[in-house]
């Protein structure tokens, strides 16, 4: 079945450090995006792409890069971990060209910065 | 701005007593609206979007453009129901979600 997954699911790293996070969608969607899940702000937009080599910023891109090389991958790198960026992140997909269809989220991963 | 307000962090009730979740939003054009619910240790899903007018497991909304706002209801609450929900809104295929409001329903 087709799915859309993250991993690690838990990640703790020490501030400074780069990370990066997985997203991997079968869909075969051309949308993908990264948001931040925190108490009081819900989720916030990181960075989005809409195809193939396209990236674009979000609400909340500072420290935060993407790229995007085959259709299937979208992985969010923190260039140097701050404590500010423990959270909760969720990769989403959905279809080209079509603003209303549902957004497929993945299980989430939990990161923390000591 | 483009921007989505839930007012209650925190939303309880008892078993069989009606729900309102209040979101309001503000956005210049046609919004496209959609609730989203998480429950315990699973992902985030849709549960249903304003262009269907549909009913998904007793849940509706509908989209009041002269108060710009688009509550979910449900007459008789479930422990079920147990979740987080978000209200969002889409721009340019990018949602724009709520902070959220946690409904807890006690049996």
């Known amino acids: 079945d087709a799915e859309i997954t993250q991993s690690p699911r838990h990640k703790i790293t020490e501030t400074g450090r780069q990370v990066t996070l997985a997203c991997h969608q079968t869909?075969?969607?051309?949308?993908m995006f990264w948001y931040r899940q925190d108490l009081g702000h819900g989720l916030r937009l990181i960075h989005y792409?809409?195809?193939?080599?396209?990236?674009n910023k979000g609400e909340v891109s500072d420290g935060y890069s993407v790229s995007r090389s085959n259709t299937e991958d979208l992985p969010l790198t923190l260039e140097s971990a701050a404590s500010s960026q423990t959270s909760v992140y969720f990769c989403a997909s959905n279809s080209k060209g079509i603003s209303t269809d549902t957004q497929y989220f993945g299980p989430g991963t939990r990161l923390t910065v000591l | 701005a483009q921007r989505v307000t839930q007012p209650e962090k925190l939303l309880s009730v008892f078993k069989g007593a009606p729900v309102e979740l209040k979101c309001n939003y503000s956005?210049?054009?046609?919004?496209?609206l959609f609730w989203y619910v998480q429950y315990s240790r699973q992902r985030l899903q849709l549960l249903l979007r304003?262009?269907s007018r549909e009913s998904i497991k007793g849940f509706t909304a509908d989209l009041n453009k002269g108060e710009t706002s688009f509550h979910l209801k449900k007459p008789f609450a479930q422990e079920e129901d147990s979740a987080m929900y978000y209200c969002?809104?889409?721009?340019?295929?990018?949602?724009?979600f709520g902070q959220g409001t946690e409904l807890s329903v006690k049996p």
């Open positions: 969002a809104l889409t721009r340019g295929g990018k949602l724009i």
């Open positions: 792409s809409y195809g193939v080599h396209d990236t």
């Open positions: 304003h262009i």
């Open positions: 869909w075969n969607h051309n949308n």
């Open positions: 956005y210049s054009g046609s919004p496209e």
